[in-house]
């Protein structure tokens, strides 16, 4: 069982930036992937951008060149730097474990851009 703690989130205007990071807790091996998911007002849930133990990063196109995932492994912790964020980028943010083919989440943090 792992556990996940986001922070971050909040309003911000559009064009600006947020931080949004994530702690992972419990029975975690080395090999793992950790990553973003959102969820926009009546959507479903999408990945925005996992990175794998190895370092190995994946961005949702609408996102590329905007966002940055990064995660320090010793610590088990994932952050999302969010910039020139945008309207369409409000969404309840969920971070994401991944090992062993078993899924954790996080409750999720709601970022609002306003235009």
């Known amino acids: 069982q792992v556990q996940l703690v986001e922070s971050g989130g909040g309003l911000v205007q559009a064009g600006g930036s947020l931080r949004l990071a994530c702690a992972a807790s419990g029975n975690i091996f080395r090999i793992n992937a950790m990553g973003w998911y959102r969820q926009p007002p009546g959507k479903q849930r999408e990945l925005v951008a996992s990175i794998t133990s190895g370092g190995g990063t994946n961005y949702a196109d609408s996102v590329k060149g905007r966002f940055t995932i990064s995660r320090d492994n010793a610590e088990n912790t994932v952050s999302l730097q969010m910039n020139s964020l945008r309207p369409e980028d409000t969404a309840v943010y969920y971070c994401?474990?991944?090992?062993?083919?078993?899924?954790?989440w996080g409750k999720g943090t709601l970022v609002t851009v306003s235009s």
């Open positions: 994401n474990h991944r090992q062993f083919g078993v899924n954790s």
